[in-house]
């Protein structure tokens, strides 16, 4: 088979390959979709997000607790990781020697690593405890540990990596003439990174949150181990409560004997993948600013 | 040195990047509110001499620095000094125009408000004066909330001028502040530089022989790190008493 | 003046604590979950697979699971190469900044993002419709899907570091796309994809939500794609709810072996990218 005719072929099967790898983000959201239209015509939207009660039982699916679970739990932990990790990275990219940036950086990369089931053992093993007996004691409340700050506590340790590595080679990007400018004027570090560093990088710093809230959002395992699963809007941090992910997950076997289950956990797949889709598109869009403006 | 007072004197200076030695024992004098030109090849350490004099230096990742700087007598090398008291007192004008990432006004307003300047009324005046005697006022008074990279090149070179006397040096650090520039803006700057030497003691590094000879009322010649020959443009210019001075001052190298 | 070094000396000092929080964290994680789970560590817990009366603690280990991990994980990581490949290069040497190329490049960010869980439940239900039952063809099926977009992306962007001069300089010796595409540029991503592949077998083996309603779960070692298979992020999960110690030890042994599996991949992958960097051309 001489040369070219092996290209050709190479290539065409590499493209049906890409094709079908472009066209898998469709699938998914259109199988999802059909199957959650048994639902989506019993009831409106609204009926579904705004309704607190969930019974299954009793044809009453009412996405509220679920929604407000997945956005507290992730809301938590992004402002206990946003501070902590803006801090490490600029401490990193700004302050720290390189030796210690090298000593530092490969453990922030390991916890990137470690799965989800793992994170959700130790929550359970440490964590839940903690809170158990000495945080809501200190607080003046009782609960078993397995809450929304369990959750919230465990989430924000899992996207440190994520917002530390972005953020850092933001800042790393911010040219050094830049900040040459701003020390020649007489600024302390901190100034210089406060007024002239912090503006530049403001863009790509936001791609990192936005990134870690995606990252934070999806996340099932870790979660529905030590949030406590139950179905009801968490009016307080010792709370427990339930994300959409941790739904999906704890039902799936129930789902096929009863009416509608299935096609409402489905529509809870669905508005995941709407919700990442939506983010990763906002991420991008910022990604898109900075290019502009560098030019 | 005659009829020039020096205001800043380097002392056996030594700096070294890693074990790179770029300067060896520096010792030369600049003086006050003269016009001082560092001249020599390319490479040779004129701008590492040049930011040595505001501690610039420090920023480098591995830097040794061993000798003296004395400005008004005091050593900036001293560890008791504050560093960024250093810096606001000698101004630095870097080779391409690096405005930071917001609005004229606030370019200017910069270096006064991280000193606790705070006072609008005052700011704004201390703006206004700035952008006069970089003479770049009248193009930009309509547009100070702009944002500074907006502005050509040339004028974002003037900008960084008002931007260091905003902050009233005592001496303006420039290094080859005309060289990205093109032939009128350069005309510009070498004019303002001329206006402000009865204010400040002005040093700057260039590459261009005659731009040295135009501006220049002191010389200090680098080469290979090594301070060559010092003395007044006048004598450097026309009778060098090294004959590496005279080779590259005719050309023959650089 | 002292205003200044005060707000400096204030923020480092939140620095260091954001950084201490940071790998205090990380030593925690590793601290606990070892200390638990090493005491769990016994021969039999590695090599026996889990005796009757599962659920009630008698005697066993979690060979099924570690058999059963490798194996899917393995499979997956293998199938998702077999595609990852052809697509980073397709993207890169043959598409180039087509706006075919950019749609694919946005799809695959998107397929990224998308939490374990859909991947499940979307294999689920094509499993519902063929009537198939859970195994370990499905789990494999189903995380290949999952770790796709990641080991694409991990290539990409090797491939994207990749100097112009060289494939010009294969082009212009008279070479085919694909020649180039084979022998020049892989060559020179060789550690980076040994990387990618490294870090898609870490996410593929760790993962249980994926796993959760395909694989199935079982005491024994599947002896064909169409049995159920045990994972390790299953054996936790399954097993630490329960209030019998001897099975609750069965998911710290399974927590520490997940764990020191992770770390040895991330090490592994430092190393090799460094042995193999001698062959790249920079």
Redesign the interface.
């Known amino acids: 088979m001489n040369?070219?005719l092996?290209?050709i072929i190479?290539?065409k099967?590499?493209?049906l390959?890409?094709?079908?790898?472009?066209?898998?983000?469709?699938i998914?959201a259109f199988?999802?979709f059909q199957?959650s239209r048994p639902i989506l015509t019993t009831q409106s939207l609204s009926e579904l997000f705004l309704a607190s009660s969930w019974h299954p039982v009793r044809r009453e699916f009412g996405f509220y607790p679920f929604i407000i679970g997945t956005l507290s739990v992730t809301g938590l932990a992004m402002i206990l990781a946003i501070?902590?990790?803006l801090?490490?990275a600029?401490?990193?990219a700004e302050?720290a020697p390189s030796k210690l940036r090298g000593i530092?950086k490969?453990?922030?990369?390991?916890?990137a690593?470690?799965?989800?089931?793992?994170?959700?053992?130790?929550g359970?093993?440490?964590v839940v405890p903690l809170i158990r007996y000495y945080v809501a004691p200190f607080m003046g409340a009782t609960t078993t540990g397995y809450s929304l700050l369990a959750g919230g506590i465990v989430l924000a340790?899992m996207v440190?990596p994520i917002i530390?590595s972005v953020s850092e080679e933001v800042f790393r990007t911010v040219p050094f003439e830049v900040r040459e400018a701003s020390f020649a004027l007489g600024a302390?570090?901190?100034?210089t990174v406060k007024h002239v560093v912090m503006r530049k990088a403001l863009p790509g710093v936001t791609a990192a949150i936005i990134l870690g809230f995606?990252?934070a959002?999806?996340?099932?395992?870790a979660v529905l181990?030590v949030m406590g699963n139950v179905a009801k809007v968490p009016s307080s941090l010792f709370d427990p409560a339930y994300s959409l992910?941790a739904l999906?997950?704890n039902n799936?076997g129930e789902m096929?004997s009863i009416p509608l289950y299935d096609s409402a956990?489905?529509l809870a797949?669905l508005i995941?993948?709407l919700v990442?889709?939506f983010?990763?598109?906002l991420a991008?869009i910022v990604l898109l600013r900075i290019e502009r403006r560098s030019v | 040195m005659g009829m020039f007072k020096p205001q800043i004197s380097i002392q056996k200076l030594n700096v070294f990047y890693r074990e790179r030695h770029v300067l060896k024992d520096i010792t030369a004098d600049i003086p006050e509110k003269r016009i001082t030109a560092i001249i020599g090849p390319s490479g040779c350490g004129k701008t590492t001499l040049l930011k040595s004099l505001n501690r610039l230096t420090d920023l480098v990742e591995g830097v040794k620095v061993s000798g003296n700087v004395l400005v008004d007598g005091v050593n900036i090398f001293n560890n008791r000094i504050?560093v960024?008291?250093i810096r606001r007192k000698m101004g630095l004008i870097a080779q391409m125009p690096n405005p930071l990432p917001m609005s004229i006004y606030d370019n200017i307003a910069y270096g006064p408000r991280?000193?606790?300047v705070k006072d609008k009324k005052l700011l704004g005046q201390v703006v206004e004066h700035c952008l006069l005697a970089a003479s770049l006022w009248d193009e930009v008074k309509d547009r100070l909330k702009e944002p500074a990279s907006k502005l050509s090149v040339g004028q974002q070179q003037r900008l960084c001028l008002a931007r260091a006397l905003a902050v009233q040096p005592e001496c303006l650090l420039c290094d080859e502040p005309t060289s990205a520039l093109d032939p009128v803006s350069a005309q510009y700057i070498e004019k303002q530089l001329l206006d402000l030497k009865k204010d400040y003691t002005i040093v700057f590094v260039t590459h261009v022989l005659r731009q040295a000879r135009r501006l220049a009322d002191y010389v200090i010649f680098l080469y290979l790190g090594e301070l060559i020959e010092q003395g007044p443009a006048e004598k450097v210019f026309t009778q060098p008493s090294n004959p590496r001075t005279k080779a590259y001052i005719e050309g023959m190298f650089g | 003046?002292n205003?200044?070094?005060l707000?400096?000396a204030f923020?480092?000092g939140?620095?260091?604590?954001?950084?201490s929080?940071?790998?205090g964290?990380?030593l925690?994680?590793f601290a606990?979950?070892i200390l638990?789970g090493l005491p769990a560590l016994s021969l039999s817990m590695l090599t026996q697979t889990p005796r009757g009366g599962y659920y009630l603690g008698k005697e066993g280990g979690i060979l099924n699971a570690i058999i059963g991990s490798l194996y899917l994980a393995g499979g997956a990581t293998a199938l998702a190469f077999l595609?990852s490949l052809?697509?980073a290069?397709?993207?890169n040497e043959?598409?180039g900044k087509s706006r075919?190329a950019s749609?694919?490049g946005?799809?695959?960010?998107?397929?990224?993002?998308?939490?374990?869980?859909?991947y499940?439940?979307?294999a689920?239900?094509?499993m519902?419709y063929l009537g198939a039952r859970a195994s370990l063809l499905w789990g494999i099926i189903t995380v290949t899907?999952l770790v796709?977009?990641i080991m694409?992306r991990a290539i990409d962007e090797v491939i994207k570091m990749f100097p112009l001069k060289l494939r010009e300089a294969s082009y212009a010796l008279g070479s085919?796309?694909?020649?180039t595409a084979l022998k020049v540029v892989t060559r020179q991503a060789l550690p980076g994809i040994l990387t990618a592949v490294l870090?898609a077998f870490?996410?593929g083996?760790?993962?249980?939500?994926s796993v959760?309603?395909t694989a199935g779960y079982t005491d024994s070692v599947p002896t064909s794609l169409f049995d159920p298979v045990a994972t390790l992020?299953?054996a936790?999960?399954f097993q630490?709810g329960t209030p019998i110690p001897e099975v609750q030890q069965r998911?710290?042994a399974s927590?520490v072996i997940?764990?020191v599996l992770?770390?040895l991949?991330?090490i592994v992958s430092?190393l090799s990218t460094r042995k193999l960097m001698k062959y790249v051309i920079k």
């Open positions: 040369k070219r092996k290209d190479a290539s099967l590499m493209l390959a890409t094709i079908f790898s472009s066209l898998i983000v469709f998914m199988v999802l199957k501070p902590i990790c801090l490490s600029i401490y990193l302050y530092i490969p453990p922030i990369d390991l916890l690593g470690i799965p989800s089931v793992v994170y959700g053992l130790w359970v093993l440490l340790i440190f530390i302390t570090k901190w100034q995606s990252r959002f999806g996340e099932t395992m181990m992910p999906i997950a799936y096929m956990l489905l797949a995941l993948v990442m889709a983010l990763c598109v991008r | 504050d960024t008291d991280i000193h606790g | 003046m205003k200044r070094k707000e400096e923020f480092k939140l620095m260091l604590l954001s950084i929080i940071v790998v964290s990380l925690a994680v606990v979950v638990k595609l052809p697509i290069l397709y993207l043959y598409a075919f749609f694919t946005l799809s695959l960010d998107v397929l990224w993002g998308i939490p374990s869980i859909v499940g439940a979307f689920f239900i094509i519902l899907l796709l977009p694409t085919t796309r694909l020649e870090l870490g996410r083996i760790g993962d249980a939500a959760l309603f992020p299953l936790v999960f630490l998911a710290y927590g997940l764990l992770v770390l991949l991330s430092r």
